[in-house]
Structure formats: structure tokens, C-alpha cells
């Protein structure tokens, strides 16, 4: 129950109000009897018995409606408010409170996913790289040419050769 809070508020007030001497508060036997009823409706509130609540709110206008001639009049208005509350919540206030049920989702035995196209990109002009110039290669300095050893034999001369008429 969600509203347990004002009938033990209700208990207190009661508690504090009765055994006094003062005949504006309520007399010890009434005050008995709205405290039984008010645990009473917690309980059938709580099992969520509505007709039972009903019933303990009868009791409880009863006992307001039988208070003394000299109880305080904001005290009987305060009470009957009271009731007449407990009263209007209970249909509201007495049930199980609700739980949202999750609502299954479908989901597909097999889903195929779709293919993300990838943009190509088209080499504009603009976008054409600048070929990097190649290194030239270092030069290597050229191996001086060896010098060829002299014959050791003596040239041969060329003889001449007779001419012929």
C-alpha cells in the first residue's frame, strides 16, 4: 500500500488526543476505536481487500459522527477530511501496485545488413600528384687509365714486298 504514512500520522494524532483531560479532544474509547480501525484498513489495503477498507471507513464516520458536543470542530473537520480521503484513494490506493511488464520485441531470425556503400574517389587535375624528381646518381671518379706495359721483343718491321709489274 502506498499511503501508509497518513494512517499512522492519524494514530499519532490519536494517541496525543486521548487520556487528556481537556473535552475538546476525543474521548479515550473513540480514540481506541479509530486506531484499531485505521490498522485494520493498512492491513486490508495492503491484501488489497477494498470491501474490507470500506467497511473500517464506515466505522471510523461513525465514531467521528458520535464525538461530544464539545470536541474542538477542526478537529471532527480534520477527521472527516481524512476519511473521507482514505475513502476517495482507495480504489486507487488498495490494489497491487503495477509493474511494467517489458513488451518482447521481434527481433529477425536473420537480419542480412546492408552493405555500406564506400564513396571511390576521382583524381581531379587539382588532385594529380607532382611526380618527385629522381637524385641523380653521385658520380664516382673515373678510374685513371693503366698504362699498358712495353713489349719485351723487338717490334718486327714490316718488310717490303717486291713489286710486281
Known amino acids: ?17 486521548c487520556g487528556q483531560s481537556s473535552p475538546e479532544l476525543i474521548p479515550q474509547s473513540g480514540a481506541e476505536t479509530m486506531i484499531a480501525a485505521a490498522d485494520k484498513i493498512s492491513a486490508a489495503c495492503s491484501a488489497e481487500d477494498r470491501s474490507e477498507v470500506r467497511r473500517q ?16 470542530d477542526a478537529l471532527k473537520e480534520n477527521l472527516q477530511a481524512w476519511a473521507d480521503r482514505i475513502e476517495e484513494r482507495t480504489g486507487d490506493d488498495c490494489r497491487a501496485d503495477e509493474t511494467p511488464t517489458p ?63
Open 57 to 72: 471507513i464506515r466505522i471510523i464516520k461513525r465514531e467521528i459522527d458520535g464525538l461530544p458536543a464539545a470536541t474542538d
Open 103 to 165: 513488451t518482447p520485441t521481434e527481433t529477425p531470425e536473420e537480419e542480412t545488413p546492408t552493405p555500406t556503400e564506400t564513396p571511390t574517389e576521382t583524381a581531379t587535375p587539382d588532385d594529380t600528384p607532382t611526380p618527385t624528381p629522381t637524385e641523380a646518381p653521385t658520380e664516382e671518379p673515373t678510374p685513371e687509365p693503366t698504362e699498358t706495359p712495353a713489349p719485351t721483343e723487338p717490334p718486327v718491321e714490316p718488310t717490303a714486298t717486291p713489286e710486281v709489274p
Open 1 to 17: 500500500m502506498r499511503r501508509a504514512l497518513p494512517l499512522v500520522v492519524l494514530a499519532l494524532a490519536f494517541a496525543a488526543g
